[in-house]
C-alpha cells in the first residue's frame, strides 16, 4: 500500500513567491517524516527530519497528525531551490525502512 | 569526504541474464540500504542491512539477493533479467539500526535490459 503520498509532481513559482509541497501519509503507529531533496547532478540528501523542528535553507515542516500530513513550506522561494524533493517516512519491522513519496519537481522561475 | 559508492554505474544486460550491483559504504556505516527507481516511478524499497544481517525487507523480488559482507559493503544479484527490471538502483548507509534518520546515497546504478 502506498504510504507517503505527494500529489504534485511539478510545481513552479516565480522568485520571492511562497511554496508549499505537500505530503501525505498513511502509518499506523508514531511516525518519523523527512524530506529529502536532489538538486540537479546531485545526490539525494536529506534537507530536514520533523523530529528536529528545524528551518533549514528556510524551508520548514510541520507534522500534522491529524491531517497525515507533512508539507514542505518557504515563504520566499529561490532560484537555487529549483530540485526534485521527496518525502520519506520510515517504518518497518526494525525500522530500517524508509519510504519515499514520488516526488514533486520545484522550478523556481527568476 | 568519501561518500557511498556504487559500482558500476552504468549496465546493459540482455533478458535472462545476470547482473550484480555494488555498493560501498561510506566508512564506519554499518546499514545498507537498496532502492529501486524506474522510469518516472517513487523509489522502491528493495531491502536493508544492519551489521550484515538483513534488517528489513521490501518489495524485492525472488529472483534477486543481496547480502552485506564483513567490510559492510554489500552486492544485490539480480537473475532472470526481466524488461521491467530496467530502472535506476540506489544505495544508501547510514550509521546504526536506530539511526538519525538521515540516509546518505549513492549516485545510483543504471541498469538497462534489452
Known amino acids: 500500500a502506498q504510504r507517503v503520498t505527494q500529489p504534485e509532481k511539478l510545481l513552479s513559482v516565480f522568485k520571492g513567491a511562497p511554496v508549499e509541497l505537500k505530503c501525505n501519509y498513511s502509518?499506523?503507529?508514531?511516525?518519523?517524516l523527512f524530506w529529502y531533496v536532489q538538486y540537479s547532478r546531485q545526490r539525494l540528501q536529506l534537507l530536514l527530519r520533523?523530529?528536529s523542528r528545524e528551518s533549514i535553507k528556510g524551508f520548514t515542516a510541520d507534522l500534522n497528525k491529524g491531517e497525515t500530513s507533512f508539507h514542505l513550506k518557504k515563504p520566499f522561494a529561490q532560484e537555487e531551490d529549483s530540485a526534485m524533493y521527496y518525502c520519506?517516512?520510515?517504518?518497518?519491522?526494525?525500522?530500517?525502512?524508509?519510504?519515499f513519496g514520488s516526488g514533486t519537481k520545484l522550478n523556481v522561475k527568476p | 569526504a568519501a561518500g557511498v559508492i556504487q559500482s558500476p554505474r552504468h549496465l546493459i544486460k540482455e533478458k535472462r541474464e545476470t547482473a550484480t550491483l555494488k555498493c560501498y559504504p561510506i566508512?564506519?556505516?554499518?546499514?545498507v540500504y537498496w532502492y529501486q527507481q524506474g522510469p518516472g516511478q517513487d523509489p522502491q524499497f528493495l531491502i536493508s542491512?544492519?551489521?550484515?544481517?538483513?534488517?528489513d525487507k521490501g518489495s524485492i523480488p525472488d529472483r534477486f539477493s543481496a547480502q552485506q559482507f564483513s567490510d559492510y559493503h554489500s552486492e544485490l544479484n539480480m537473475s532472470s533479467l526481466e524488461l521491467g527490471d530496467s530502472a535506476l538502483y540506489f544505495c544508501?548507509?547510514?550509521?546504526?539500526?536506530?539511526?538519525?534518520?538521515?540516509?546518505?546515497f549513492g549516485e545510483g546504478s543504471r541498469l538497462t535490459v534489452l
Open positions: 544508501a548507509s547510514s550509521l546504526g539500526s536506530r539511526n538519525t534518520g538521515e540516509l546518505f
Open positions: 502509518y499506523s503507529g508514531s511516525p518519523e
Open positions: 520533523h523530529i
Open positions: 520519506a517516512l520510515r517504518g518497518g519491522y526494525n525500522f530500517n525502512k524508509f519510504y
Open positions: 566508512p564506519r556505516h554499518d546499514t
Open positions: 542491512f544492519y551489521e550484515k544481517m538483513q534488517s
